[in-house]
């Protein structure tokens, strides 16, 4: 399984990003996905996962609310749409992917992943 990960940049403080995963050389239509980030100098953090029907996600506190991760199996893809960014979201967000397609709060871990995409940048101006 091959992830690219697109769609980030740069926008101000309160506005939207639409990021999208896609996902190549295997079908993932039963593989639960997750989108993760990593600011600069910190340890790369959860940020949102979803199971393999799209039936149940789950988020960080930090962007419940602001944050909605969908997927569309008929294209192998998974998106993050986020709204009101905030400076503090800034970071470079990757998509994962695991074959484990159902939902457990162990996907909140980087090691419940097998599959990473390159990363995008994202990056809110204050």
């Known amino acids: 399984v091959q992830l690219q990960a697109s769609g980030g940049g740069l926008v101000q403080t309160g506005g939207s990003l639409r990021l999208s995963c896609a996902a190549s050389?295997?079908?993932?239509?039963?593989?639960?996905m997750g989108w993760f980030r990593q600011a600069p100098g910190k340890e790369r953090e959860f940020v949102a996962t979803i199971s393999w029907s799209g039936a149940v996600t789950y988020y960080a506190d930090s962007v419940k609310g602001r944050f909605t991760i969908s997927r569309d199996n008929a294209k192998s893809a998974v998106y993050l749409q986020m709204n009101s960014l905030k400076f503090e979201d800034t970071a470079v967000y990757y998509c994962?992917?695991?074959?484990?397609?159902?939902?457990?709060?162990?996907?909140?871990?980087?090691?419940?992943?097998?599959?990473w995409g390159q990363g995008t940048q994202s990056t809110v101006s204050s």
């Open positions: 994962a992917a695991t074959n484990g397609g159902g939902f457990s709060y162990a996907l909140v871990r980087n090691d419940a992943y097998g599959y």
């Open positions: 050389g295997h079908s993932v239509s039963r593989y639960a």
